[in-house]
């Protein structure tokens, strides 16, 4: 019984580090998340702030991600028209988010790489 709960445990650990995102790396393209849809809202303001116009679109459409200390968000986000701009977002561990960079003159076909 000890050796059946000890593999149990191994095979846990397993599927759950395969299952985890390479920790440095940027994961795939993904179709945004209720997180992604959250942390994109709470920098609306900063962003339209450091770009000096107001968006009546900021919709994120696409995203990577990337585990540091924390967890950095690589944000595609219409914005209006054939418009479209990419964000770096990082939340800390405590949940905290914060503007990292903004590239405008995206297109909706434009790669989401990191910046």
């Known amino acids: 019984m000890k050796t059946f709960l000890c593999l149990l ?3 846990s650990a397993c599927v759950t580090l395969v299952s985890m995102q390479m920790v440095g790396g940027t994961s795939d393209l993904k179709a945004p998340d209720e997180t992604v849809m959250q ?9 339209e702030e450091r770009l000096g116009k107001r968006f009546d679109i900021f919709q994120p459409v696409a995203y990577k991600s990337q585990v540091v200390a924390g967890r950095n968000f690589f944000v595609k986000v219409h914005v209006g028209n ?7 977002i990082y939340q800390n561990i405590q949940q905290q988010t914060q503007l990292s960079n903004v590239q405008t003159g995206h297109s909706r076909e434009s790669n989401i790489e990191y910046f």
């Open 9 to 11: 445990t191994v095979l």
């Open 39 to 47: 942390v994109t809202a709470s920098v609306r303001p900063t962003v």
């Open 82 to 88: 054939d418009e479209y701009i990419h964000l770096r």
